[in-house]
T-cell receptor
Framework: NAGVTQTPKFQVLKTGQSMTLQCAQDMNHNSMYWYRQDPGMGLRLIYYSASEGTTDKGEVPNGYNVSRLNKREFSLRLESAAPSQTSVYFC??????????FGDGTRLSIL | GIQVEQSPPDLILQEGANSTLRCNFSDSVNNLQWFHQNPWGQLINLFYIPSGTKQNGRLSATTVATERYSLLYISSSQTTDSGVYFCAVGNSGGYQKVTFGTGTKLQVIP
């Protein structure tokens, strides 16, 4: 009963490097989300996918791209990492009018 | 977008005490959730409660949608209740494009 699985759990990048954060859910949810959480703040939505084949921008999409690979998987890509993208990244999934379930997060530091 | 305010921002309780956390929001919603972020950073969904009252053990929540607020009650608090409690609200339909509040940080001391 894995729920939402995020990889990696920790990552350190240099400015300008690229990387992809992976997220997979096994609850057959239609909707998936990427958030970032900065110290002392709530979560802010980066991108979401209401259903397989669709993606939309959230509150803070600049510097990120996403891919809804299939119903289970939703990846987040940083093309050219910047120090301002140092954060904790959470993936979540949900069914329609159902609670959101979160992964354990990826702690990303950009030097 | 919807504005979400949570109060109090910080709360310290003696173990066994009760508390009420409040979430005010600026627009009508069809989606309201309460989450607990534990000291290890994990986010646990406590309630999905766009209206009405729900109870789960020592926790209960009430949302009065017409007056644009929700309350989370914690009774007989335990040290494991420590962490940050977030309210998240939305009005975009079945998929949950929600806005998070900045949270209430709760510390329960023995």
């Amino acid at each position: 009963n894995a729920g939402v699985t995020q990889t990696p759990k920790f990552q350190v990048l240099k400015t300008g490097q690229s990387m992809t954060l992976q997220c997979a859910q096994d609850m057959n949810h239609n909707s998936m989300y990427w958030y970032r959480q900065d110290p002392g703040m709530g979560l802010r939505l980066i991108y979401y996918s209401a259903s397989e084949g669709t993606t939309d921008k959230g509150e803070v999409p600049n510097g990120y791209n996403v891919s809804r690979l299939n119903k289970r998987e939703f990846s987040l890509r940083l093309e050219s990492a910047a120090p301002s993208q140092t954060s904790v990244y959470f993936c979540a999934s949900s069914g329609e009018y159902q609670p959101q379930h979160f992964g354990d997060g990826t702690r990303l530091s950009i030097l | 977008g919807i504005q979400v305010e949570q109060s109090p921002p910080d709360l310290i309780l003696q173990e066994g005490a009760n508390s009420t956390l409040r979430c005010n929001f600026s627009d009508s919603v069809n989606n309201l959730q309460w989450f607990h972020q534990n000291p290890w950073g994990q986010l646990i969904n406590l309630f999905y409660i766009p209206s009405g009252t729900k109870q789960n053990g020592r926790l209960s929540a009430t949302t009065v949608a017409t007056e644009r607020y929700s309350l989370l009650y914690i009774s007989s608090s335990q040290t494991t209740d420590s962490g940050v409690y977030f309210c998240a609200v939305g009005n975009s339909g079945g998929y949950q494009k929600v806005t998070f509040g900045t949270g209430t940080k709760l510390q329960v001391i023995p």
